[in-house]
């Protein structure tokens, strides 16, 4: 882009993705119309892009308004945005599109950065968003699996070093038909063959979001949800499943032995020297 060799800044583009859901801005004083999509103007600027061998060093910072007030008389462009976050963080990730737009040019947009955001923090007045880049997601993957006892797969994990459970065998799904600050109650838990402490539900919002939220305890007909269920309606189809406690015994009991991942003969102590605290 030629802006840069002649002193004119270029207009920030940003794009948030969770889902089917799209929030688009920029730092222009009018919103924009670019290939169809519209970019709303708001107050929301991002820190300097870097690329070094360092992941830690790679991490943007993209500052937005946003109102913890909710008496406020008005709210800013980015107000929806930060709804994602707050009260509660996603369970799923919310990913960050960064490109330089020149209007004047003629240009389509260029992609400057891509990654995830992943950590919010607040103010009375913004939201100052720690963003991973792509590039080092993919860094932190295949660290391979270590020789334990207990298995380490992540339950319901697909792949040939997945765990492979089917979801849909699992699956314990009802009618939410009551709702307290820290869980609901649907009927057909009471009958569910594992326990679902540990495990976690979804439901769909009105605006077509899967929500989804841990399960931190399970008793009868009622599951104690993370974060409560205030945003939990009554009358939503809701669906459950339970975890694995990743030991043998518990995967005798679920018929998948076959993915099982631990190495049950394992001795308790080291062979070689009986002392390292790392064994067993």
């Known amino acids: 882009m030629q802006h840069e060799r002649f002193g004119r800044k270029p207009i920030h583009l940003f794009v948030f993705t969770r889902q089917h859901l799209t929030w688009r801005y920029c730092t222009a004083d009018c919103d924009l119309d670019i290939g169809g999509n519209i970019y709303l103007s708001a107050q929301i600027e991002r820190g300097e892009i870097k690329q070094t061998v360092e992941r830690a060093k790679d991490k943007l910072t993209i500052t937005f308004s946003y109102l913890l007030d909710p008496a406020a008389l008005e709210y800013p462009t980015t107000q929806l945005l930060g709804d994602n976050w707050f009260p509660n963080i996603p369970d799923d990730s919310v ?72 979801r849909e065998a699992f699956m314990v799904g009802g009618v939410v038909t009551s709702v307290t600050t820290a869980g609901i109650t649907v009927a057909e838990f009471a009958g569910a063959p594992f326990s679902l402490g540990g ?82």
């Open 95 to 166: 990913s960050v599109i960064c490109m330089a737009y020149d209007a004047a040019s003629g240009d389509p947009p260029m992609v400057e950065w891509m990654g995830i955001a992943i950590q919010p923090k607040f103010t009375n007045a913004t939201i100052e968003m720690i963003c991973e880049p792509t590039n080092g997601l993919s860094r932190a993957r295949g660290q391979g699996m270590k020789w334990q006892r207990t298995c380490p797969k992540t339950p319901y994990s697909k792949g040939l070093r997945g765990c492979n459970l089917s």
């Open 199 to 280: 495990g976690f539900v979804t439901w769909m919002r009105g605006d077509g979001l899967v929500q989804r939220r841990s399960i931190t305890g399970h008793a009868g007909a009622t599951v104690a949800l993370l974060f409560g269920a205030a945003d939990v309606p009554v009358g939503a189809v809701i669906s459950a499943w339970p975890t694995c406690p990743r030991t043998w015994a518990a995967c005798l009991a679920r018929a998948n032995t076959l993915n099982y991942g631990g190495s049950i003969y394992k001795p308790v102590k080291n062979p070689l020297d009986g002392v390292s605290m790392s064994w067993g």
